[in-house]
């Protein structure tokens, strides 16, 4: 979950006035009961902000359980978080914690003697990795299946923490460098690191979903995107999401021992560019295994300056995220979610791979059951999606 600076970029929103009477663009005037909930709400002007009231200050009783944290913010697209979160969610003591449980730092990442140097992992250890990753696998699907309209994120964060609980695990994300929740959910324009929160999912929303779980002292992690409602319907959503799909895909046939880890990017890159997708570099793919973040690091665009190559019993992730339009990210006021700077739509896709003596086991495979999967391309009908 390493962040790196961003540049920033600023996008001007169209907006429409909230008049319900009232067709017209929207100015600089906003309801100041709505500022104070932390909820954008603009106007043409005073006279109709006032012909409107009666029917607008009804909106005020159903903002007043959720707000905006940041309204001030200067938001790339047009999603908005939507707090207060939910209190942290409870561990029973008989959960195996990692090492940042509890105060969040992980002080064994930390360690720098021989940082750079990648684990081989004994047989004993890779059964340890598989039946993680197996878990981790099932968390997922269960956590997918809920991923429909009108359900929130924090719905989802709940599931996803029950069923760790119900597999004896710990939900790797939880309090990660003080990350508030059991799994990330990244819909539309956020890259990743999307913190759960109050949003209901709408119908032709797209939503990453990311779990990691540790269990045996173990780390499994993987993540997909899926379509909420209709979104597979919509050209650019499908364009995106199967891009990214096929860019994970496309990556993994090279892994085998004596790959080298600065190369997969090259593969990736070029998948991506074919589908006239951009690739973000700030985030990369990494080691894995008693540890949540580790070497090698595995960067997805390019020409990159990876060092290493693959060896038999190495474990790491290949996680490319994939976007619309500009591969540059920035990070919102929470410190945790990266979005791209022009609201553009962005999907990813992570497996945790385990190189073998003569290829690679890709140990959070999909299942004959798994919820997801490809779609075909749909017809074209209007313009580019929405975020």
């Avoid at 760790?164 to 990330?184: D, G, T």
């Avoid at 209901?200 to 779980?213: A, F, H, K, R, Y």
Wanted: hydrophobic share 30%; aromatic share 6%; glycine share 8%.
């Amino acid at each position: 979950m390493d962040q790196a600076p961003a540049k920033e970029v600023t996008v001007q929103q169209a907006r429409k006035c909230e008049g319900e009477d009232c067709g017209n663009d929207a100015g600089a005037l906003q309801c100041p009961t709505c500022q104070k909930l932390g909820k954008e709400s603009y106007f043409c002007g005073q006279e109709c902000f006032k012909r409107n009231w009666s029917t607008h200050k009804q909106l005020h009783k159903s903002q007043n359980s959720h707000f905006n944290p940041f309204p001030t913010y200067n938001f790339s697209g047009s999603l908005r978080p939507s707090y207060p979160l939910s209190p942290r969610r409870k561990v029973p003591d008989s959960i195996r914690l990692p090492d940042y449980a509890s105060h969040g730092i992980p002080k064994s990442e930390q360690v720098f003697v021989g940082r750079n140097r990648i684990k081989i992992l004994t047989k004993q250890e890779q059964d340890g990795m598989r039946k993680v990753c197996r878990l981790a696998r099932e968390v997922l699907d269960i956590a997918a299946r809920e991923a429909k309209p009108g359900v929130t994120t924090d719905h989802i964060d709940k599931v996803v923490h029950d069923a760790c609980m119900e597999r004896n695990s710990y939900p790797s994300p939880l309090n990660y460098c003080h990350f508030p929740k059991s799994v990330c959910t990244s819909p539309n324009e956020v890259i990743c690191h999307g913190i759960p929160d109050q949003r209901p999912l709408q119908d032709g929303d797209i939503l990453n979903i990311d779990v990691t779980l540790y269990h045996g002292g173990f780390h499994g992690d993987l993540n997909e995107t899926y379509y909420i409602g209709k979104a597979d319907q919509d050209p650019d959503s499908v364009r995106v999401v199967e891009t990214a799909r096929d860019c994970l895909e496309e990556s993994i046939k090279l892994v085998k021992p004596g790959a080298l880890f600065r190369d997969y990017g090259n593969t990736i890159e070029k998948v991506a560019k074919a589908a006239n997708c951009g690739v973000v570099k700030t985030y990369c793919g990494h080691g894995i295994n008693q540890l949540f973040h580790c070497a090698p690091n595995v960067p997805h665009y390019a020409k990159n300056k990876a060092v290493g190559e693959a060896k038999p019993g190495m474990c790491f992730t290949i996680e490319p995220m994939i976007t619309l339009g500009t591969h540059k990210d920035r990070t919102w006021p929470d410190d945790w979610t990266s979005v791209t700077t022009d609201g553009s739509r962005t999907a990813q896709f992570e497996h945790t791979l385990l190189v073998t003596e003569d290829g690679v086991e890709v140990l959070t495979a999909r299942l004959a059951d798994s919820p997801g999967g490809k779609v075909p391309m749909p017809t074209a009908t209007n313009g580019a999606a929405t975020s």
